[in-house]
């Protein structure tokens, strides 16, 4: 069965830390991996990671992805309060039209 | 979130009442898929479409039932509402299934 772990599932952190959030998966046929951003409403898409290594970044976030580890992790350097909301990492399955696995999240707060 | 738009975007239901939830997309995406979510288990899929008159189940699609006659609508559909159902319903849209999926501000649903 296709799965989608994360960790942890809630931090609380002050202004001005850096954070890290993990994400493995067990998926056949992977192909890549999602970051999305939840506050209120719609997940917004953050990064997506197709090739082992390669870093992603977009000012203050960065992720990358380790296919011998079966993981990935998202990095937030000198998080604020604006970066308080759920994250999520999700693996496409591109056999079954390219639905998505998410994990549970991780529910960030940043306290300031 | 511009390009899909989901409504009702809140409603309160009595248990054995029917309801439908409209997508519609500007975006001539021919993916579309159906979520809930509910805490603690991230989100799941219910239904999706790979393209006008075709639809396919997810992992939880029991007591729904979906339809996407025009390419830009995927209704989502309730015939006996159940307690179980109280979740937050996102819609998702992409070009194809390599490409980022783009989600709808959620409709909260609350059956009583």
């Known amino acids: 069965e296709d799965k989608v772990v994360q960790s942890p599932l809630s931090l609380v952190v002050h202004e001005g830390d850096t954070v890290t959030l993990n994400c493995s998966y067990e998926?056949?046929?992977?192909?890549?991996l999602l970051w999305y951003k939840q506050e209120k409403k719609a997940p917004t898409f953050l990064f997506m990671l197709?090739?082992?290594?390669i870093e992603k970044k977009s000012g203050r976030l960065s992720s990358i992805l380790d296919k011998k580890e079966l993981s990935s992790i998202l990095n937030i350097t000198a998080t604020q309060t604006g970066d308080s909301a759920i994250y999520l990492c999700?693996?496409?399955?591109?056999?079954?039209?390219?639905?998505?696995?998410f994990g549970q999240g991780t529910e960030l707060s940043v306290k300031p | 979130n511009a390009g899909v738009t989901q409504t009702p975007k809140f409603r309160v239901l009595k248990t054995g009442q029917s309801m439908t939830l409209l997508c519609a997309q500007d975006?001539?995406?021919?993916?579309m898929y159906w979520y809930r979510q509910d805490p603690g288990m991230g989100l799941r899929l219910i239904h999706y479409?790979?393209?006008?008159?075709?639809?396919a189940k997810g992992e939880v699609p029991d007591g729904y039932n979906v339809s996407r006659l025009k390419k830009q609508n995927f209704l989502l559909g309730l015939e006996s509402a159940a307690p179980s159902q109280t979740s937050v319903y996102f819609c998702?849209?992409?070009?194809?299934?390599?490409?980022?999926?783009?989600f709808g501000d959620g409709t909260r649903l609350s059956i009583l």
């Open positions: 998702a849209t992409t070009l194809g299934p390599y490409q980022p999926q783009h």
């Open positions: 998926v056949t046929n992977f192909r890549s």
């Open positions: 975006m001539n995406h021919e993916y």
């Open positions: 197709t090739s082992s290594g």
């Open positions: 479409s790979v393209g006008e008159g075709t639809t």
């Open positions: 999700a693996v496409p399955i591109y056999n079954q039209g390219g639905k998505l696995i």
